[in-house]
């Protein structure tokens, strides 16, 4: 029974990364300001309090910072998922099964290093805290029916969501297979890669698949034990993940992503699988939402809000070469 935490593993020595905020003395926005934090330094999560996170850097620094601030790497507090960051070492972005010029198969950060708390090499997987909630919860609904999500990203590099769209409209231009497929009445490009700021660039959404577990092991990590997946079948889906095209549609026409709840009286897709239905079901029972044109995105729109993402100066590209989590002591 893992007491002191609502995570599988607890928040402290978890790995955190900051969005551009403010590090306080204490948990208050009436607290000194010690200094501004740039996007995307690293430290350790040592408690929440209230809406905030006690943090500590690796110079010893400490002070706290607003949780809708603070993206936390999901493998830390979160290790049953299946973890494949694709991105990071070889991108599957595919559009009508076509490689996309200088993005498919390219690697756009340093994907996996030594995790010191899990004992293994293990994928960054930064989200927004609030979101971790979620996530979790959807995990633990799959698990209870022998599944488990394979997560491929969270927070994506705005460099990287800016390059995809760059290319894919080139490449479109040029090849009319593509244009078709990101072109089939009513859909359009912009439905499958943002032009702009999207909830991948403020850790407010992940790229999920879901698979079979077929066997998982009981571990343990000081006085915590947590289920780690050793084999594992993933479903039958739509199309291959990050599949840009109207095949990976997973609702019969578009719908703003940002009316909560408004998926929910769209039909499905034709295309959607048996698989595909079961992760929908899993990640909507716990919260997050999903968007019209791939099967594999989910929202967490309530804190997306929260933030007002389109007042969010989300123009940086966060690329963490290190894990620094250490042991929940």
């Not at 905030?52 to 603070?70: D, N, P």
């Not at 993206?71 to 494949?84: A, E, Q, R, W």
């Not at 790229?207 to 343990?220: C, F, G, P, R, Y």
Request: glycine letters at 6%; a negative charge.
């Amino acid at each position: 029974d893992n007491q002191q935490t609502q995570f599988e593993l607890p928040l402290y020595n978890s790995m955190g990364y900051s969005l551009p905020t403010l590090l306080r003395t204490h948990a208050s926005l009436d607290a000194e300001i010690v200094r501004v934090l740039s996007a995307g330094e690293i430290f350790l999560i040592k408690e929440e309090v209230g809406e905030w996170l006690k943090i500590e850097f690796e110079s010893g620094e400490t002070g706290y910072v607003s949780a809708m601030h603070t993206m936390i790497n999901l493998p830390d507090i979160v290790p049953s998922v299946v973890y494949n960051a694709t991105n990071g070492y070889s991108s599957v972005f595919h559009s009508s099964g076509i490689k996309i010029p200088n993005v498919t198969g390219n690697a756009f950060y340093d994907g996996l290093s030594y995790n010191e708390r899990l004992g293994k090499n293990m994928y960054h997987l930064p989200v927004l805290y609030p979101m971790a909630h979620k996530i979790y919860n959807a995990q633990q609904l799959a698990l209870q029916q022998g599944d488990t999500l394979v997560i491929h990203e969270g927070y994506r590099p705005y460099d990287l969501q800016i390059l995809v769209y760059k290319e894919l409209t080139m490449l479109s231009d040029t090849n009319s297979q593509v244009y078709a497929g990101l072109n089939k009445s009513p859909w359009h490009i912009g439905w499958f890669i943002a032009k702009g700021v999207s909830t991948h660039q403020v850790g407010l959404a992940i790229d999920t698949s879901l698979a079979k577990v077929n066997s998982i092991e009981e571990k343990q990590i000081g006085n915590y034990f947590y289920q780690d997946i050793t084999d594992y079948t993933e479903y039958t889906m739509p199309t291959p993940i990050h599949e840009l095209s109207a095949e990976a549609v997973s609702l019969q026409f578009p719908i703003s992503w940002q009316v909560s709840g408004l998926w929910s009286v769209i039909p499905m897709s034709y295309n959607m699988t048996d698989g595909a239905i079961k992760l929908r079901d899993y990640c909507t029972q716990a919260g997050l939402e999903p968007l019209a044109s791939e099967w594999w995105h989910f929202n967490d729109l309530e804190n997306t809000v929260k933030m007002n993402i389109a007042e969010a100066n989300a123009y940086y590209s966060i690329k963490p070469s290190k894990c620094i989590s250490r042991l929940p002591e």
